[in-house]
């Protein structure tokens, strides 16, 4: 009732206003609104099996109504009724709903906005396309500033009519700062803007993706600059910066792609789109090539000036052997580029053919690791080659612990296995000394066994001597 309350009021003002109808009209709705979704929240909480209170997700929520029955009113007045909600704390995930609903329904009554076709055919003067200017830029101001709120898709949508309505640059480089934040999101189809306002310009719009992309590339420059300690401290291979450097590596090289094949799209378009990433985004380059290779095919006028330029973007260390194979047979390269190729090709080869027969050299294992994977080492940002070191130091810390306590145990046991040693040779030499000192008899005793036997041997020994001395005599 209030709603309908609101849309009457449309034709009534600026009496309505000042007697404050309209005003009051919004605040109910916004504090209804706001009252039934902490309703709808208490009624999907739940207790989970480990009886903790937690909410469901899955739920459908009931305290959304309003969104489909705010789309009837006029975007000045809708534009009040949502900024009061905000600040009444309805949910964001509400809000960009309710604008994706809005815009839906103003945005698409005129066919020639989402029909690329019929661009040309635009006015921009016209008296319609100047509401949907007047919409465009209020749903732009009115958009949550927490990521995800709205999605991607829907951004771009409001990108390509902010561009074809010739809106605000304020509106449109807010547009491409959201965009950016969340580009690892972003899908081919997104990206492929297309040129509406220059006829012989390129198809489609490469100076607005650029500057998303340094949008991108800003905020992963400001999040590695971070002095948060537990950004450095994650074990994680890769971190999720790092992660969408590469989703947005890849994206970009098929938008390369996609876009080559343009006759009007000059070269330092190409190159400083090419160039745009850090050069740890890319741990292969097959993708680049393969982009490079078209814009070459399709442009095939450049100079050798041009041609050696375009080369020097690709590191044809990061290259797989069939993407090798194929630049070493291609003829679109420059000779110098060829060379390079075949050279790093017989390292790979090389290496390869060590690796098999045998691993007395080590160092050209690490080589040939260098070369087939990509450095991936190379390939990793700043703050995850920091954490990376970080990780093996703590390693290493704990290695040599392990070997200080190891090390206090062998000399313990050194110590133990003297000492015993020690003490069996004192015994051992006793005994000896004591066997031999029986053996020699040096008083004559003869009451043992063992000294008398040497008497009686003597004594026949000395009666044996003196028959044959009397035998002689005779």
Same mark, same amino acid.
């Given at each position: 009732?209030?709603? $309908?309350? &609101?849309?009457?009021? !449309? ?38 099996s ?7 997700r899955?739920?459908k ?7 489909e ?23 964001? $995930? ?14 698409? %009554? ?8 019929n661009?040309? %055919? ?10 949907e ?49 969340? &580009? ?18 390129? =198809? ?20 590695? *600059? ?6 450095? !401290?994650? *074990? ?23 876009i080559?094949?343009?006759?009007? =799209? ?21 993708g680049?090539?393969?982009?490079? *290779? ?25 290259l +797989? ?9 291609? $003829? ?5 580029s ?26 050209p ?10 450095? =991936?080492?190379?390939?990793? +940002? ?6 990376s ?10 290695? =040599? ?7 206090n145990?062998? $000399? ?10 020690e ?11 004591? %066997? ?6 040096f008083?004559?005793?003869?009451s ?23 035998? +002689?005599?005779?």
């Open positions: 009732m209030c709603v $309908e309350v &609101l849309q009457q009021c !449309e034709n009534l003002l600026p009496l309505a206003d000042e007697l404050r109808v309209v005003s009051r009209c919004i605040d109910a709705i916004a504090s209804k609104a706001c009252a039934e979704q902490i309703a709808s929240s208490f009624s999907r909480l739940e207790y989970s480990s009886g903790r209170l937690h909410m469901n899955q739920a929520s009931d305290g959304d109504w309003w969104i029955d705010l789309s009837v009113l006029r975007v000045d007045l809708y534009q009040k009724v949502i900024t009061a909600m905000k600040c009444r704390g309805v949910r964001p $995930e509400s809000i960009g709903a309710s604008l994706v609903n809005y815009a839906q329904k103003e945005l698409t %009554k005129k066919s020639s906005l989402w029909n690329p076709c661009q040309a %055919k635009v006015d921009l003067l016209s008296g319609s396309n100047g509401h200017k007047l919409v465009v830029e209020t749903i732009v101001s009115l958009l949550p500033i927490e990521k995800l709120a709205v999605p991607i898709t829907f951004l771009f949508g409001l990108l390509r009519s902010a561009v074809m309505l010739d809106c605000t640059i304020s509106c449109r480089l807010d547009l491409e700062r959201r965009i950016g934040s969340q &580009l690892d999101i972003a899908t081919l189809d997104d990206l492929l803007i297309p040129s509406f306002r220059h006829a012989g310009d390129t =198809l489609f719009d490469v100076d607005t993706v650029h500057r998303i992309l340094v949008n991108f590339s800003q905020q992963d420059d400001s999040e590695d *600059d971070m002095d948060d300690a537990s950004v450095f !401290e994650s *074990d994680s291979p890769h971190s999720p910066s790092q992660t969408a450097l590469f989703k947005v590596a890849k994206l970009v090289d098929n938008y390369l792609a996609e080559a094949p343009d006759a009007n =799209l000059k070269l330092p378009k190409f190159m400083v789109i090419a160039d745009v990433l850090p050069t740890h985004a890319r741990t292969v380059h097959d680049l090539y393969r982009a490079i *290779d078209i814009y070459l095919k399709a442009h095939q006028n450049l100079s050798e000036l041009d041609r050696k330029k375009l080369s020097k973007l690709i590191d044809f260390q990061k +797989s052997q069939e993407a090798g194979a194929h630049a070493a047979q291609n $003829e679109r390269l420059p000779l110098q060829i060379v390079q190729v075949l050279y790093f090709e017989q390292i790979r080869l090389r290496n390869s053919l060590s690796c098999s027969y045998g691993d007395d050299d080590p160092k294992t690490h080589q040939s690791w260098r070369i087939s994977s990509g450095a =991936l080492s190379a390939a990793m +940002s700043p703050r995850d080659n920091y954490a070191l970080r990780r093996e130091n703590r390693e290493l810390k704990l290695e =040599l612990a392990r070997l200080r306590m190891r090390l145990d062998l $000399e313990k046991e050194h110590v133990c296995m003297k000492r015993d040693m003490k069996s040779n004192s015994r051992k030499f006793m005994s000896s000394f004591s %066997k031999k000192i029986g053996k020699l008899s008083f004559g005793h003869s043992s066994r063992g000294s008398s036997s040497p008497s009686k041997h003597s004594h026949r020994t000395d009666s044996k001597v003196i028959e044959r001395t009397c035998a +002689s005599t005779e």
